[in-house]
């Protein structure tokens, strides 16, 4: 801990006080555009000028309206689907990729090592071209192949689980072994359930960046029903053109689940965030 | 990891069990834990990459077959008035946001952390925005930023008799405009990473500093700052990176114009998307993309750089 831990335990001074207020009413200020865009949403259109938070007669008008049409649901359904299953994906492959590099010892596994983290140098906005045009000869445009396939793996996540898996001590490897565990075993049974926050902070970072995706899903779909959450609200807050009480809602429809599940794993997301930027 | 290796040569004589020896044996999972990954980097990953290299030498509609016409791309696009802006945009969000944000987040934490009371929810007010989608909440913020009655920031101006501001609509402000959202997104997440690298450091480092009677100011520079350093050019790179790569924010607060007013916000991957995906002008897209590409090679090279410097 640092010494300011220690500062703060004996007296209260004046100055503490200061900084605390300062700090207070910049994450007011932080959470406002959060805080509008909620109040928007349970507003009626003719109380939009109203800046009051708390309104006046909080309605659920607007999520009634902008759910019945299904379109919301369909790309709420389409967000979660893809995130989860290239979460599940790269928490399989990275660390399975990440323990082979880590724990056993071939020719070519530094080349291979090297191969995989030069990855981190190109950005995706080079590979979307050859990947459209590899999606159009395939007929993997709009689908959710289409959307999914360039994030099943990442080399990031290869290498934070690499990094920790280095941890796992070989006794306990060996061990496993002797007791007549294949390989797979060993890595599913023993070496994985050792290094779970690093696991856990691969599967918030990836849920998070498929959740928030928006280049290669507005590329690679066309078609209403496939899009994604973030493509589907940028398309209809267009169509609504100044009905901001809609576009808020759509807007909180989007941010909503991922600032539900902050508030029931704010511990391990911090944590996790605090990993994978220093292991990183 | 030498035991494993030992183990593995030793058993990897030819047995006396018969079958496969144990080396083969775990060569044989090693190669099939590898198998599809090694096939998707392959496909997914490095077959695009000189296919985007050689794409960008290469005139292409989409309709008729791609044709090789060298270098014209790149002349091209460096004779492309257009592009010389779009440069200046993003070097634009980058020179002006990294700065700032850092200065802000390295602000934040520092203070945070010496705060107990509420801690975790003054943290949780700051951090919260990271989570939010850009797309949706670059909509809040064109909200915010429309011409009174309805813009919540002209409004609380008019309370404090501050003139009206055009924001998105004016062609000077609207790039710092959009700034200002990607700032707030990414605030958070610096200054997660700033707390993370303040606690690192060893509390003996500011004891020690105490006894020889160092003020705060003078602990700040001479300790904090410099064993903060790694922590900080990670910190530079990735925002660096972000706005480098800017469009989410972009592209939803111009919708009607996208890059507009007159292309004054427009960034590079906003030009490579509309050349790529509205003109359908693939091969010159691909050569904007590599120029992305070594741009963001030559930020990366520098981080490497600057760390191995002063080790």
């Not at chain 1, 704010?266 to 965030?273: A, E, K």
């Not at chain 2, 590079?268 to 590409?293: C, D, E, K, W």
Request: hydrophobic share 55%; aromatic share 16%; net charge positive.
């Amino acid at each position: 801990m640092s010494e300011a831990t220690r500062l703060s335990h004996g007296r209260i001074r004046p100055g503490l006080i200061v900084t605390w207020t300062v700090l207070f009413i910049g994450g007011l200020i932080m959470i406002s555009p959060l805080a509008f865009m909620f109040s928007t949403s349970l507003k009626t259109a003719d109380q939009i000028y109203d800046l009051r938070l708390i309104p006046a007669a909080p309605t659920l008008a607007n999520y009634i309206s902008v759910l019945a049409d299904g379109r919301f649901m369909r790309w709420f359904f389409n967000s979660t689907l893809i995130a989860v299953l290239v979460t599940v994906s790269n928490c399989f492959f990275d660390s399975l990729v990440g323990y082979t590099l880590a724990k056993f010892e071939f020719r070519g596994r530094y080349f291979i090592f090297i191969a995989i983290l030069s990855t981190l140098m190109i950005p995706t906005e080079m590979l979307v071209i050859p990947w459209y045009l590899m999606s159009s000869q395939l007929g993997w445009l709009d689908s959710y192949w289409g959307i999914m396939f360039p994030g099943m793996m990442t080399a990031f996540g290869t290498f934070l689980m690499k990094q920790f898996f280095e941890t796992v001590p070989n006794d306990f490897i060996e061990a496993a072994r002797v007791d007549g565990l294949n390989e797979f075993q060993i890595w599913w049974k023993v070496a994985l359930p050792l290094v779970t926050p690093a696991l856990s902070a691969l599967a918030i970072f990836t849920f998070l960046g498929n959740w928030t995706a928006f280049f290669w899903p507005l590329i690679v779909t066309t078609s209403k029903e496939l899009y994604t959450l973030p493509v589907g609200l940028s398309s209809f807050a267009v169509e609504q053109s100044i009905q901001w009480e809609m576009i808020m809602t759509g807007a909180a429809i989007a941010t909503l689940p991922t600032l539900l599940v902050f508030l029931v794993l704010q511990r391990y997301i911090v944590r996790g965030v605090m990993l994978a930027g220093l292991k990183g | 990891m030498a035991a494993i290796e030992q183990q593995g040569a030793a058993s990897g004589r030819p047995g006396s069990g018969g079958g496969l020896s144990m080396r083969t044996k775990r060569l044989l999972w090693v190669w099939s834990f590898l198998a599809v990954p090694i096939l998707f980097y392959t496909i997914i990953r490095f077959y695009p990459t000189f296919q985007a290299f050689y794409l960008s030498l290469t005139s292409w509609d989409l309709v008729r077959p791609p044709k090789l016409v060298w270098f014209a791309n790149y002349i091209k696009l460096f004779k492309d008035p257009q592009f010389w802006k779009v440069f200046k945009n993003t070097f634009t969000y980058l020179i002006i946001g990294t700065p700032i944000s850092l200065v802000l987040a390295f602000t934040i934490a520092f203070f945070l952390d010496r705060v107990r009371f509420m801690h975790n929810f003054i943290r949780a007010l700051y951090f919260l925005p990271f989570l939010t989608t850009a797309a949706a909440m670059a909509w809040v913020w064109r909200w915010f930023y429309q011409p009174p009655p309805i813009g919540v920031i002209n409004d609380v101006f008019g309370m404090l008799g501050i003139p009206q501001q055009p924001f998105i609509r004016s062609t000077d402000q609207a790039l710092f405009s959009i700034m200002v959202t990607a700032i707030w997104a990414g605030l958070g997440f610096q200054i997660i990473i700033f707390m993370a690298g303040l606690r690192a450091i060893p509390g003996t480092f500011y004891e020690a500093a105490r006894i020889d009677g160092l003020g705060e100011w003078a602990i700040l520079r001479k300790i904090t700052l410099p064993l903060l350093k790694p922590t900080t050019v990670f910190l530079v790179v990735f925002s660096s990176i972000g706005f480098l790569r800017i469009f989410d924010q972009v592209y939803n607060m111009t919708t009607n114009d996208p890059g507009g007013p007159l292309g004054s916000t427009k960034p590079l991957v906003l030009m490579i998307y509309q050349t790529a995906f509205n003109s359908y002008a693939m091969g010159y897209a691909a050569a904007q993309t590599v120029v992305l590409f070594t741009i963001l090679l030559i930020v990366s090279l520098l981080q490497l750089w600057i760390l191995r410097e002063k080790k």
